[in-house]
T-cell receptor, first 112, second 111 residues
Framework: DTEVTQTPKHLVMGMTNKKSLKCEQHMGHRAMYWYKQKAKKPPELMFV???????INESVPSRFSPECPNSSLLNLHLHALQPEDSALYLCASHPTGGDTQYFGPGTRLTVL | SQQGEEDPQALSIQEGENATMNCSYK?????LQWYRQNSGRGLVHLIL?????REKHSGRLRVTLDTSKKSSSLLITASRAADTASYFCATPLTGGFKTIFGAGTRLFVKA
C-alpha cells in the first residue's frame, strides 16, 4: 500500500460545529504532517508528528487540535473555526531517512 | 516566509511545446524537489535533485540545479494537456522536518 488516504473529501461546517479530519497511511512512515493550503498558494505547514509525538506546531490556533493515535493514523480535530479557515487540508507522510513526502488527496473544508 | 520563489507564476502553452519553470531559494540545501498538484488535489512528487548534482532527467522531465545562484529549473518537454497542473519546488530544511515550498507555477497546456 503506497498511498495516503484522507477522509472526508469535502466538509462543510458551521462556526460552532466540532468535526474531525482523518489521515491514514500504511507505508510504515513515522513522520506525518498536516498542511493548510489556500487557493493559488503553496501548502503551509501546520503540524508534524514524529514517532507519534508532536514535533512541530507552527503556532497554529488552538481551534485546530492534532492527534496521532498510532503510527498509521493522524487526526485533526476542528472546533469553533472561522470562515477564513476554509481551505484544502493536506496530510503527508515521510519515511525515516527519506527525502520525499507522500501526500493525501486532501479535505476541502468550508466554514460557514 | 517562503524560501522558494518561482517564476513564472502562470504559463500557458500549446500541446507539444516545452515548458520551463524556475525556482530560487535562499539558504543552503541538501536537495531540491519538484512536486505537481492537479487542481484541488494532493501533491505528487516528481523528481529530486541533490546538491552535488547539476542535472537530472526523468522521462520528459529535466531538472537543473545551480547552487551558486541558488536556483533550479524544471523543463517539461513535449507537453500534453494532462500536464496542466501547478508545479512547486520544495527545499527540505536541514536537520528537521520542515520543507519550504515555492509559490508555484500554474501551467496550462492547450490541446
Amino acid at each position: 500500500d503506497t498511498e495516503v488516504t484522507q477522509t472526508p473529501k469535502h466538509l462543510v461546517m458551521g462556526m460552532t460545529n466540532k468535526k474531525s479530519l482523518k489521515c491514514e497511511q500504511h507505508m510504515g512512515h513515522r513522520a506525518m504532517y498536516w498542511y493548510k493550503q489556500k487557493a493559488k498558494k503553496p501548502p503551509e505547514l501546520m503540524f508534524v508528528y514524529s514517532y507519534e509525538k508532536l514535533s512541530i506546531n507552527e503556532s497554529v490556533p488552538s481551534r485546530f487540535s492534532p492527534e496521532c493515535p498510532n503510527s498509521s493514523l493522524l487526526n485533526l480535530h476542528l472546533h469553533a473555526l472561522q470562515p477564513e479557515d476554509s481551505a484544502l487540508y493536506l496530510c503527508a507522510s515521510h519515511p525515516t531517512g527519506g527525502d520525499t513526502q507522500y501526500f493525501g488527496p486532501g479535505t476541502r473544508l468550508t466554514v460557514l | 516566509s517562503q524560501q522558494g520563489e518561482e517564476d513564472p507564476q502562470a504559463l500557458s502553452i500549446q500541446e507539444g511545446e516545452n515548458a520551463t519553470m524556475n525556482c530560487s531559494y535562499k539558504t543552503s540545501i541538501n536537495n531540491l524537489q519538484w512536486y505537481r498538484q492537479n487542481s484541488g488535489r494532493g501533491l505528487v512528487h516528481l523528481i529530486l535533485i541533490r546538491s552535488n548534482e547539476r542535472e537530472k532527467h526523468s522521462g520528459r522531465l529535466r531538472v537543473t540545479l545551480d547552487t551558486s545562484k541558488k536556483s533550479s529549473s524544471l523543463l517539461i518537454t513535449a507537453s500534453r494537456a494532462a500536464d496542466t497542473a501547478s508545479y512547486f519546488c520544495a527545499t527540505p530544511l536541514t536537520g528537521g522536518f520542515k520543507t519550504i515550498f515555492g509559490a508555484g507555477t500554474r501551467l496550462f497546456v492547450k490541446a
